[in-house]
T-cell receptor
Framework: GDSVTQMEGPVTLSEEACLTI???????????LFWYVQYPGEGLQLLLK?????DKGSNKGFEATYRKETTSFHLEKGSVQVSDSAVYFCALSRGSGYALNFGKGTSLLVTP | EAGVTQFPSHSVIEKGQTVTLRCDPISGHDNLYWYRRVMGKEIKFLLH????????ESGMPNNRFLAERTGGTYSTLKVQPAELEDSGVYFC?????????????FGNGTRLTVT
């Protein structure tokens, strides 16, 4: 079945450091890929998405590129801020009408 | 607009008791989803309503779980009787269109602890 694998956390970075959170997936066909973020005390929010190979999703300085050849969708940011501290979830959907499959989540802590 | 609202935010019950979780989706959202995250594991899909109908309940773990969405508005998820392994955070989400076509809006979750 479909599945998503994320790097284990927690990840601790200093402010302005570079961030990469790895995400790989297993799915039949051509799923849509998502990154969701959960800030402390809040629900999950869609951060970015990509719906086909080579698409790049971006938002709030974060980027992720849909790589079909490596079945990956790594999340990157060039300079993190303290306010980026949150749990990040990679997810996929086989298509319209199919539920999201999530990874385990990666906790990020950014220190001043 | 008001977001997805879940009640209660926390619930602590003893094994064998009954608990009912409630979700109020964003007004006008026909699609409502329940997910669960057990500590340290993935967020798992439980079921999907389209209006008042169960579109997909393949993720419901067993018959101790009962979900309803009367009138296609709010939804409840009842666990009866609760077991220790039911502990986790239960998320509700709603969307105007199907997943992939429009974003999911999540509630803050209900943290359920079964002792």
């Amino acid at each position: 079945g479909d599945s998503v694998t994320q790097m284990e956390g927690p990840v601790t970075l200093s402010e302005e450091a570079c961030l990469t959170i790895n995400c790989t997936y297993t799915a039949t066909g051509y799923p849509s890929l998502f990154w969701y973020v959960q800030y402390p005390g809040e629900g999950l929010q869609l951060l970015l998405k990509a719906t086909k190979a080579d698409d790049k999703g971006s938002n709030k300085g974060f980027e992720a590129t849909y790589r079909k050849e490596t079945t990956s969708f790594h999340l990157e940011k060039g300079s993190v801020q303290v306010s980026d501290s949150a749990v990040y979830f990679c997810a996929l959907s086989r298509g319209s009408g199919y539920a999201l499959n999530f990874g385990k989540g990666t906790s990020l802590l950014v220190t001043p | 607009e008001a977001g997805v609202t879940q009640f209660p935010s926390h619930s602590v019950i003893e094994k064998g008791q009954t608990v009912t979780l409630r979700c109020d989706p964003i007004s006008g959202h026909d699609n409502l989803y329940w997910y669960r995250r057990v500590m340290g594991k993935e967020i798992k899909f439980l079921l999907h309503f389209v209006k008042e109908s169960k579109q997909d309940e393949s993720g419901m773990p067993n018959n101790r779980f009962l979900a309803e969405r009367t009138g296609g508005t709010y939804s409840t998820l009842k666990v009866q009787p609760a077991e220790l392994e039911d502990s986790g955070v239960y998320f509700c989400a709603s969307s105007q269109d199907l997943v992939g076509n429009s974003p999911l809006h999540f509630g803050n979750g209900t943290r359920l602890t079964v002792t």
